[in-house]
T-cell receptor
């Protein structure tokens, strides 16, 4: 059974810092990995999708990497801003279009 | 991507009653899913809504409790039946376009409180 873990559970940093969020998964047989952002009481916004054959994806200040063999992904946020404050969720697709989610990292960027 | 809407956005219901949540997409999609997010928890897949046939439920979820309809390629409903306080959660629908990327897009969610 696929299990997804995100570390840390919460992170608070000053504005302008670069930061890394971590995601690990137990079964390396995945189709893809997706990073989402969730604002309090809201739905999910898709940030980046990495296919199993890819090593990384970039969108603006965000860069996600994937090391399938070791079961790890990182989300790098450059020059953080207060608007980046949210919960970041990592999810892997292991089969039959089923997404398995981590518990999320609650990120706070302090002005 | 697509515009995905859910109705209602939130509701407060009494135990023993049922609530039907609607998910509408502005374009045709191949796959639609329903997730539950209990307070302080991450998302758990309830079922895959199949167009024209019965939904496929995940372990721990049953049709009698969570009946699902999907009459066409842009619309689905999830009913939470005979509700109890433990059903208080955010319920989210997601869609996949079947373009080969398997990327899923989520609706804004329905926040349900059962008293």
């Amino acid at each position: 059974k696929q299990e997804v873990t995100q570390i840390p559970a919460a992170l608070s940093v000053p504005e302008g810092e670069n930061l890394v969020l971590n995601c690990s998964f137990t079964d390396s047989a995945i189709y893809n990995l997706q990073w989402f952002r969730q604002d309090p009481g809201k739905g999910l916004t898709s940030l980046l999708l990495i296919q199993s054959s890819q090593r990384e994806q970039t969108s603006g200040r965000l860069n996600a990497s994937l090391d399938k063999s070791s079961g790890r992904s990182t989300l790098y946020i450059a020059a953080s801003q207060p608007g980046d404050s949210a919960t970041y969720l990592c999810a892997v697709m292991s089969g039959a279009q089923k997404l398995v989610f981590g518990q999320g990292t609650r990120l706070t960027i302090n002005p | 991507s697509a515009v995905i809407s859910q109705k209602p956005s939130r509701d407060i219901c009494q135990r023993g009653t049922s609530l039907t949540i609607q998910c509408q997409v502005d374009s045709q999609v191949t796959m639609m899913f329903w997730y539950r997010q209990q307070p302080g928890q991450s998302l758990t897949l309830i079922a895959t809504a199949n167009q024209g046939s019965e939904a496929t439920y995940e372990s721990g979820f049953v049709i009698d409790k969570f009946p699902i309809s999907r009459p066409n390629l842009t619309f689905s409903t999830l009913t939470v039946s005979n509700m109890s306080p433990e059903d208080s959660s955010i319920y989210l629908c997601s869609v996949e376009f079947g373009s080969g990327s398997s990327e899923q897009y989520f609706g804004p969610g329905t926040r349900l409180t059962v008293t």
